[in-house]
C-alpha cells in the first residue's frame, strides 16, 4: 500500500492564481480530511469527507473548495490564490470512528505552498 | 467546538532522562480519543499513542505513557528514557467519534540533548 499520497511536494504561486493540490489514499477509508499548518502553529482544519460526495466545512475553509467523487480521492482547489494562503497543507485519512475500531488519522507528506 | 490547549511551547530534556508534555482539552462529548503525535523536521506526521476516552486504563507504547484525567480533562505524555530520535514537535489531537477529523493543539517543541 502506498497510503496517503500528495502532490505536489512543493509549489509556487502567484496571487490570483488558481490550483489544486490532489490528495490520494490506497486504504479504502472511508473518512478524508484536509488540514494546513502555518508556521509554529498546529494543525487546522479546513475541509472534510465523511465518504464519497460528502464534503464539510472544517474551521478555515474560506477560499478553498474540496470534491469527493470517488472514495480514493480527495482534491483540495484553491480558488484565487492569496499570500495568507501561504502553509503546509496535510491531507489525512482514516477509518470511520467507533468504538471498537482503531481510528488512527494517516497523513500525508504533506505540500508546501508558497503564495507571492 | 472543541479545543485543545498545549501550555509549553518548549521544552528540553538530557539524554536517558524522563519528560512530561502537557496537554488540556475542552468538549462536552462522552466518547472520544486523544492522540500524541510527532512531527520531526521532515513534517511526516507520526502517531506516538492514541488513548480511548472510555478506557480508564492508561495507553502505553514502549517507552511513551499517558496520564489520562478525564474529568479534569488532562492528556499528558510522558517519555522515558529520552533518546536525541525524540527531538520533534509533538501535537495532542482530540478526535470526535462522528467524523474523520481532529482538533489539534499549537504544539510543542522537545529538544533532547546529549
Known amino acids: 500500500n502506498a497510503g496517503v499520497t500528495q502532490t505536489p511536494k512543493f509549489q509556487v504561486l502567484k496571487t490570483g492564481q488558481s490550483m489544486t493540490l490532489q490528495c490520494a489514499q490506497d486504504?479504502?477509508?472511508?473518512?478524508m480530511s484536509w488540514y494546513r499548518q502555518d508556521p509554529g502553529m498546529g494543525l487546522r482544519l479546513i475541509h472534510y469527507?465523511?465518504?464519497?460526495?460528502?464534503?464539510d466545512q472544517g474551521e478555515v475553509p474560506n477560499g478553498y473548495n474540496v470534491s469527493r467523487s470517488t472514495t480514493e480521492d480527495f482534491p483540495l482547489r484553491l480558488l484565487s490564490a492569496a499570500p495568507s494562503q501561504t502553509s503546509v497543507y496535510f491531507c489525512?485519512?482514516?477509518?470511520?470512528?467507533?468504538?471498537?475500531?482503531?481510528?488512527?488519522?494517516?497523513f500525508g507528506p504533506g505540500t508546501r505552498l508558497t503564495v507571492l | 467546538a472543541q479545543t485543545v490547549t498545549q501550555s509549553q511551547p518548549e521544552m528540553s530534556v538530557q539524554e536517558a532522562e524522563t519528560v512530561t508534555l502537557s496537554c488540556t482539552y475542552d468538549?462536552?462529548?462522552?466518547?472520544?480519543?486523544l492522540f500524541w503525535y510527532k512531527q520531526p523536521p521532515s513534517r511526516q506526521m507520526i502517531l506516538v499513542i492514541r488513548?480511548?476516552?472510555?478506557?480508564?486504563q492508561n495507553a502505553t507504547e514502549n517507552r511513551f505513557s499517558v496520564n489520562f484525567q478525564k474529568a479534569a480533562k488532562s492528556f499528558s505524555l510522558k517519555i522515558s528514557d529520552s533518546q536525541l530520535g525524540d527531538t520533534a514537535m509533538y501535537f495532542c489531537?482530540?478526535?470526535?467519534?462522528?467524523?474523520?477529523?481532529?482538533?489539534f493543539g499549537d504544539g510543542t517543541t522537545l529538544t533532547v540533548k546529549p
Open positions: 468538549t462536552s462529548e462522552n466518547n472520544y480519543y
Open positions: 469527507s465523511v465518504g464519497a460526495g460528502i464534503t
Open positions: 488513548q480511548e476516552a472510555y478506557k480508564q
Open positions: 489531537a482530540f478526535g470526535s467519534t462522528n467524523a474523520g477529523k481532529s482538533t
Open positions: 486504504m479504502n477509508h472511508e473518512y
Open positions: 489525512a485519512s482514516s477509518y470511520s470512528f467507533s468504538l471498537s475500531s482503531y481510528n488512527e488519522q494517516f
